[in-house]
C-alpha cells in the first residue's frame, strides 16, 4: 500500500509538470493519458501473484518427482464445495476494487469538468492556481482508491490462490500461475486436508492469510515429499 502511494505521488508529479508546460488545448488528452496510467498502477497493484524469478533456475536444476497436472486440480476442485465460502470475501472485495474505477472514471469526466474546475478559474493564470487545479484532479482519484483498498483489504482475511498446475522437484515447488517456492521451505506454513484433497502453502500478509493451494489425489505422497526435502513439518486440517 506505501509503495502504490509513493508510485502514484510520483506519476502526479510528473502529470502536473506536463501540464504546466504544455498548451492548454491539450490538457484533456494528458488527463486521459493519465486516467489510463493510474487505472494501469490500480490494477497492478491489486493483482496478488507470486513473481517467478531467479528461484525457477534454480528449482528446475533439481530432479523432478511430481507432476500436479490441470485436469486433476480441475477435477478436484470442482468437488470441493468449501471452496466457494472461501472465495466469497474475495468475490465482495473485487467488487469494492470494481466500485473505486467507476467512481474514478465519474470524477475524471463529470464531477470535476462540471462541478469543480469552475472553482479555480479566478486562480488558473498564476503557476499555484494551476498547480493546486492539477493536484485537486489528480489527488482525489488517489485519495479514493486508497480509501476503496483499505476497506477491501479489510473485508478479506484469507486470500485463497488455487494453482491451475504444479511441478515438485527435489530442489522446490513450480506453480502456475506464478507460484515458485525453493527447499528447504522458509517463511510459510504448509499445510494438509486429505478430506479436502489439497495441499496448502501459507504466509502472513499483516492481519491476511495469504494461501497457494495445490488440489491433489495423492495428498500423503505430495505432503511426504515436502516434509522429506522441504525439511518441514506439515499440518493437518479437517
Not at 20 to 37: A, D, Q
Not at 41 to 66: P, W
Not at 74 to 97: C, M
Request: proline share 3%; with cysteine.
Amino acid at each position: 500500500m506505501i509503495r502504490s502511494l509513493l508510485i502514484s505521488q510520483g506519476i502526479i508529479t510528473l502529470f502536473v509538470i506536463i501540464n504546466l508546460f504544455v498548451p492548454p488545448e491539450y490538457h484533456g488528452i494528458i488527463m486521459t493519458l493519465y486516467f489510463i496510467v493510474f487505472m494501469s498502477v490500480f490494477f497492478m497493484s491489486t493483482i496478488r501473484q507470486q513473481r517467478r524469478d531467479s528461484n525457477v533456475k534454480e528449482i528446475v536444476a533439481g530432479k523432478k518427482i511430481l507432476v500436479v497436472k490441470q485436469e486433476e486440480i480441475t477435477e478436484l476442485q470442482s468437488k470441493d464445495l468449501e471452496l466457494v465460502k472461501e472465495l466469497k470475501p474475495l468475490l465482495k472485495a473485487s467488487g469494492v476494487s470494481m466500485l473505486s474505477m467507476v467512481i474514478v472514471l465519474i470524477w475524471f469526466f463529470i464531477v470535476y469538468p462540471t462541478y469543480v474546475q469552475h472553482y479555480f478559474t479566478t486562480t488558473s493564470n498564476s503557476i499555484f492556481g494551476q498547480v493546486l487545479r492539477l493536484l485537486a484532479l489528480y489527488e482525489v482519484p488517489v485519495a479514493i482508491s486508497f480509501i476503496i483498498q483499505t476497506v477491501s483489504r479489510k473485508l478479506v482475511k484469507k486470500y485463497v490462490n488455487v494453482l491451475r498446475s504444479a511441478e515438485v522437484y527435489t530442489t522446490g515447488i513450480l506453480g502456475v500461475p506464478g507460484f515458485a517456492l525453493r527447499f528447504p521451505i522458509q517463511g510459510y506454513r504448509v499445510r494438509v486436508c486429505p478430506s479436502r484433497r489439497f495441499i496448502d502453502f501459507v504466509k502472513s500478509e499483516g492481519n491476511m492469510e495469504v494461501l497457494f493451494r495445490i488440489y491433489i489425489n495423492d495428498t500423503e505422497k505430495l505432503a511426504d515429499i515436502i516434509s522429506r526435502y522441504g525439511k518441514i513439518k506439515v499440518d493437518r486440517i479437517v
